[in-house]
């Protein structure tokens, strides 16, 4: 969820664009969002555009960010067939029949210190990948967001996927 708000903040904030974020949580026992309640599965959707948003909500996606298993399987229905899915290697077993990425999110994020970093990394490799939000942008709401005192960590985590992004994105260009 705290992608979700960073990536809309992001848009709105630094890029002068227009953002839509809406977060679910799919937890049956618990309407907590407190840290007990980590690891159950959650979605931010997000919606960013050059003009303004009429209609807020996200039919088919055009890229996925997928950090579980639990997650895959609960909203694969909702991979599209043009929809770019960026998947945890370890943590994420299944695959979609085509157009995913896969990063090792989590792996750098326990490599770092910190696995519940991972969401940053692949924040990071999707801006290096789409570009649709600039490096400066998303540096200035990541910073914003995460605890005070983490913010290096957090701009490692964030560097790390970039870099990824920016190596898959050359790769689809070459291809």
């Known amino acids: 969820m705290l992608s979700g708000i960073i990536l809309a903040n992001a848009a709105v904030l630094y890029e002068d664009k227009h953002a839509t974020q809406k977060d679910r949580k799919f937890a049956i026992q618990t309407q907590s969002y407190g840290p007990e309640v980590r690891g159950t599965v959650s979605k931010s959707d997000v919606r960013i555009s050059d003009q303004q948003i009429t209609y807020p909500y996200v039919t088919v996606p ?3 960010i997928i950090l579980s298993e639990q997650a895959y399987q609960q909203q694969m229905n ?4 043009q ?3 960026i998947l ?6 299944s695959r979609p029949q085509t157009g995913f990425h896969e990063v090792p999110a989590h792996a750098i994020a326990k490599e770092l210190g910190k696995p519940v970093i991972a969401n940053i990394v692949m924040l990071g490799m999707w801006c290096g990948l789409t570009r ?15 605890p005070r005192g983490s913010e290096a960590l957090n ?3 964030m560097q790390r996927g970039f870099e990824i992004g920016i190596k898959a994105a050359n790769e689809n260009i070459s291809k």
């Open 78 to 81: 909702e991979i599209g067939p």
């Open 132 to 146: 649709i939000i600039s490096w400066e942008a998303l540096e200035k709401a990541v910073l914003e967001a995460v």
């Open 83 to 85: 929809t770019v899915v």
């Open 62 to 64: 055009d890229y996925f």
């Open 88 to 93: 945890d290697r370890d943590l994420v077993t």
């Open 155 to 157: 701009m490692e985590a």
